[in-house]
């Protein structure tokens, strides 16, 4: 494979902390092999910078696989940058050219209030979980794993939207700040199963309710979230999810 | 002396009989009793969801922004059971059998033997989560094969395993922080334990967002953790990945044991240059269809699909024809670096052999004809057919490759290498999965117990989730039973400011250091002096060298480390620093039990210990014994030694061919 060094000038988002104000602040770095990854691009500006005595830029990553989630960086306007179904640790700088200058900011969303520089609180979306996204089922309560056939469509469907990472890209693209996507794929991974069944309706009413309390917007079917996600999960997962929400509201008991 | 508290009694008896035996807490007293989980992967998810389900109050610890984000979620190709679904001839006990051959005869029968007891019981459990794993057209669980094994027992969720049981365990975990029975900290790492006369009460926490230290009480501490393949800097184990929580329960008196067992995984993408930052590894599960090769003459560098089929060397089919590209990890590893060394290494690099799925498209290709029944479909079609295949079944890994090489695996080899996988060392536990620290257990790839010297595929998940879902829920029951008597005591006590103290004052003379050189760079070095002279290949010479260099190194480090930013603040270089010290001192008891080691065996590659053929020369007169490290102080350990003894297996020499 072809590849060279580039130059680049980045305009990335600093902020200290929650409360204090942020700012764009421009960064030059210098000979980037385009085999790097976006993040290792990131390693050698915050070697650079700390060589300059300043501080390095604080960003969120882990298993730089494109699994966990953790990275999350808003690049020349949309989250984890240009590469389709891809997370910010696995864009790769071939994805740029010599002397191009890039824009790198955090999640913006209210219900993901910035920590430090691109780190912000994704708390919001464990207590979405919280509020119902499991079976309610305590070890050592299984009966043996085949003795219940799911068809397999089911089954692939189900793992389709169980693939999310909980990245946030969804939130971070929808010009509401909503969390449509994120909370569709959990109410549609467990409603496509039997073992998810028996608290479907519960589920989906009190996800819904944490989702509005923790200040996420509302869906108005853009898709912004679904062009945007690395996982590439579903907008039918939303319809689903919908569906799902009407038909607890009739039939609910509480 | 360590007592591993091994029960009495027949092999397949001793988990029965060691649960029938064990003491209860009754569910008021649980109520009472507070258990610290340290690490959130599928060894701590499970454990911290199971222990508060039980009753207990649990606190759980994470470093990650939620607990879903451990490195577990990494886990691509499967999880191993004995159901025997496939009709194929497995058992319990051949599971148990398949882990201690693959171990090379260095891990614990009893242990493992629970752990191939337990293995059914765990696929149950995540089905009745959600999990949603692969199924068969009839609607029931798929399988796989998997390297090290001639049965098909690897359960899969494509090549998303890990995460999705993660996922699974993360969400019994997020429902018992609903109700209450346990609070998570996220964002938070142990910095050490708080020992009151003799037993674990407790950990000082540090808040990663503000830096501020917090005391927690605890009647006991579970420590899951991972393993520390971040010691050699480059390994795919994710960047947060840490031996700290670990080292400081070293430090404090728990046993480190094996620690030289590193696992090198066969398949991993190849360095690309100076910038790497972690290693990428492509499942092993791709060795089920992908054929292994090197190009016949040294130094050749045409194109990989321009080299004819008879100028190929299949050295693991060649060398290995039972087992072929399935041989175990540590095997393949092995024997792609004598290829490589030799000479025939492929890439710009030359430290690369291919993985070629060429053969393997033009067979399913053929499959899907037949089954369509096309009676005429040319090459193309076949292929276009074949590609659908592999496709569906390795898609995201393909693409991952693609990504991070800008080469086009469908059309071309992929070029792969092996890298620092996983640790089978780690903290000495007994059956009951405490460490030598009372009060302190170690679950998960934290201990040491069940993999020997070598982990085989799709066990990893399997050793996690046991230890979390199915085993400490007994053990802990039998400690905690007698802690109803103690009281909390109050994070004001001496313990708990001494503790706290000793770690403030450490994390201020790192600060004060002021030094030149990054934390980074010192990472870096030390990774490049374990993976030369204590990686895939080690001898008494490159080790010894290696140890005075980490000594070196180590006064280097405190004494011109830089650590910019504050310490009441977010710092990710100040948490490292932390990870790198400890790293540190690891690295140097790797190099020391690794040249005590004086045998081959698993990922364990002494030069001088060999076969004439180049196979591992286990020495198990001499060495059939868990070398468990004592903390002695600075650069200072005590070997003690646990007899390994088998009594149902005849350990023999690992024959793969």
Known sequence: MEHKNINLTLKVWRQQSTVSKGEFVTYQVKNISQEMSFLEMFDVLNEQLIQEDKEPIAFDHDCREGICGMCSMYIDGKPHGPWQANTTCQLHMRAFNDGDTITVEPWRAQAFPVLKDLVVDRTSFDRIIQAGGYVSVNTGNAVDGNSLPINKNDADASFAAAMCIGCGACVAACKNSSAMLFLSAKVSHLALLPQGDPERQSRVVNMVAQMDKEGFGACTNTGACEATCPKEISLSNIARLNQEYLLASFTSAE | ?657
């Open chain 2, 1 to 657: 002396m360590l007592d591993a508290k091994i029960p009495a009694g027949s092999l397949e008896n001793k988990w029965t009989d060691y649960k029938g035996h064990c003491k209860l807490v009754n569910p008021a007293n649980k109520r009472k009793l507070e258990v610290i989980v340290v690490g959130t992967g599928l060894a701590g998810a499970s454990a911290a969801a199971t222990l508060g389900e039980l009753g207990y109050k649990v606190k759980a610890f994470c470093f990650q922004d939620s607990p879903r984000r451990a490195h577990s979620i990494a886990a691509q190709g499967g999880i191993n059971a004995a159901k025997n679904y496939q009709n194929d001839g497995d058992s319990v006990f051949r599971l148990f059998y398949d882990t201690i051959k693959g171990g090379d005869y260095r891990a614990r029968e009893a242990n493992v033997h629970r752990l191939s007891e337990v293995s059914g019981n765990i696929i149950d459990q995540c089905v009745a989560q959600g999990v949603p794993f692969a199924r068969e057209y009839g609607g029931l669980l798929s399988n796989r094969s998997f390297g090290g094994t001639q049965v098909q027992r690897t359960f899969y969720a494509a090549g998303q395993t890990g995460q999705q049981l993660l996922i699974g365990a993360y969400q019994g975990l997020e429902r018992q922080i609903s109700l209450g029975n346990v609070t998570m900290y996220s964002r938070h790492e142990m910095l050490d334990i708080v020992m009151v006369d003799g037993k674990a009460q407790g950990i000082i926490a540090r808040d990663l967002i503000t830096g501020k230290l917090e005391r927690h009480f605890g009647h006991a501490v579970l420590l899951c953790t991972g393993g520390y393949g971040n010691v050699f800097y480059l390994s795919t184990n994710a960047m947060g990945s840490n031996v700290t929580a670990a080292w400081k329960a070293h430090r404090k008196g728990a046993a480190f044991a094996n620690p030289c067992f590193t696992q090198i995984h066969p398949t991993c993408i190849p360095v690309s240059g100076d910038h790497q930052s972690k290693l990428t590894l492509m499942s092993e599960s791709l060795r089920n269809d992908g054929r292994i090769w090197v190009p016949l003459k040294q130094g050749d560098n045409r194109k990989p699909t321009d080299i004819p089929e008879e100028e190929r060397d299949y050295y693991l089919e060649r060398r290995y024809p039972a087992f072929g590209n399935l041989v175990p990890r540590d095997v393949a590893s092995r024997a792609a670096k004598e290829r490589c060394d030799a000479g025939y290494g492929v890439g710009t690099s030359k430290q690369a052999v291919y993985l070629d799925y060429a053969a393997a498209i033009e067979r399913y290709g053929k499959i899907e004809v037949s089954k369509k029944g096309l009676a005429n479909a040319t090459k193309e079609e076949i292929i276009v057919l074949g590609k659908e295949v592999v496709k569906e079944k390795y898609g995201n890994l393909f693409d991952m490759y693609q990504k991070i090489t800008g080469e086009n695996p469908y059309e071309i080899p992929m070029r792969i290498y092996p890298a620092v996988h996983y640790t089978m060392g780690g903290l000495w536990v007994d059956y009951e999965l405490q460490t030598s620290i009372k009060g302190v257990y170690a679950l998960g790839e934290a201990n040491f117990s069940d993999h020997g010297a070598n982990r085989l595929g799709a066990s990893a998940l399997m050793q996690g989730l046991a230890d979390g879902y199915f085993v400490i829920p007994y053990t802990i029951g039998n400690y905690l039973a007698d802690e109803i008597y103690s009281k909390p005591i109050s994070t004001d006590h001496p313990a708990f400011v001494e503790t706290e103290k000793s770690v403030s004052d450490r994390i201020a003379t790192l600060k004060g250091i002021n030094g030149k050189q990054s934390v980074e760079s010192f990472h870096k070095r030390l990774g490049k002096i374990m993976w030369d002279k204590c990686g895939m290949a080690r001898n008494a010479q490159g080790l010894t060298e290696a140890i005075a260099e980490i000594q070196a190194l180590k006064k280097e480090f405190w004494s011109d480390v830089k650590i910019p930013g504050g310490i009441n603040e977010m710092n990710p270089e100040l948490d490292k620093a932390n990870r790198v010290a400890d790293f540190i001192e690891l690295g140097e008891l790797m190099c020391k039990d690794a040249l005590n080691r004086q045998e081959s065996c698993g990922g364990h590659f002494r030069e001088e210990y060999q076969t004439p053929e180049g196979e591992a020369l286990r020495d198990d007169a001499n060495f059939m014994y868990v070398a468990a490290w004592d903390y002695a102080g600075d650069s200072n350990w005590n070997l003690q030694k646990e007899p390994l003894i088998y009594d149902v297996i005849k350990p023999s020499q690992r024959n793969y061919k």
